[in-house]
């Protein structure tokens, strides 16, 4: 039986903090556009701010759909499914903001982020909880978590902030989405923390 929360505390804050993994969806407003649906991991690149906000760090490596998405309409969800122990499945819908490493409020979001904030970090997707709800996940198969993937932050971590912003120039769909939305600033703002 599902159930709409007002905040994100307690129980549920705990469960969305244990989670190895959640996924991040957004869309264009164009009725034709790529519906965009995300993994993300990476333990400590996303925390609970408050009782209605969250952030995550986006890292290069793919496109910037989330980015583009977030910038012409603001709307995301993110979803965190129990692969381990009880049932749950566990969905926030909100407006989501990118705040990039040249805005003034990136040196206070990153530090949030402690010993996870790596070298290919381009922006920090905000999210102001808009509806916040919880299903049975009674389908979602049990599933053992092994660790980490390193692979992503030891190839970005090989690079230096300007040989990761032209690696940035280079790649497709990076300074707009497939559909054609503004998405990474380019040339990437340097960091400044």
């Known amino acids: 039986m599902g159930k709409l929360y007002e905040r994100i505390d307690g129980r549920l804050r705990t469960f969305i903090e244990e989670q190895p993994i959640f996924f991040?969806?957004?869309?264009?407003?164009?009725?034709?556009?790529?519906?965009?649906?995300?993994p993300k991991g990476r333990a400590g690149t996303l925390v609970v701010i408050d009782e209605q906000t969250l952030a995550y760090l986006d890292f290069g490596?793919?496109?910037?759909?989330?980015i583009a998405h977030v910038r012409e309409n603001g709307r995301i969800t993110l979803m965190w499914c129990a692969f381990s122990g009880p049932p749950n499945i566990v969905?926030?819908?909100?407006?989501?903001?990118?705040?990039?490493?040249?805005?003034?409020?990136w040196g206070e979001l990153i530090a949030l982020f402690g010993d996870a904030d790596g070298p290919s970090a381009r922006a920090i997707i905000l999210v102001h909880a808009r509806r916040i709800a919880d299903v049975c996940g009674y389908a979602v198969p049990l599933m053992e978590y092994q660790g980490e993937r390193t692979l992503h932050a030891e190839y970005f971590g090989r690079k230096t902030d300007e040989e990761f912003a032209a690696y940035c120039e280079k790649k497709e769909f990076i300074g707009s989405s497939v559909d054609g939305l503004p998405a990474l600033p380019l040339p990437l703002?340097?960091?400044?923390?």
């Open 189 to 193: 703002p340097p960091r400044t923390v």
């Open 61 to 66: 490596g793919s496109g910037a759909e989330t």
């Open 91 to 105: 969905r926030i819908h909100g407006e989501g903001e990118a705040v990039f490493r040249d805005d003034p409020r």
């Open 24 to 38: 991040t969806a957004t869309a264009p407003l164009t009725g034709d556009g790529h519906v965009n649906l995300s």
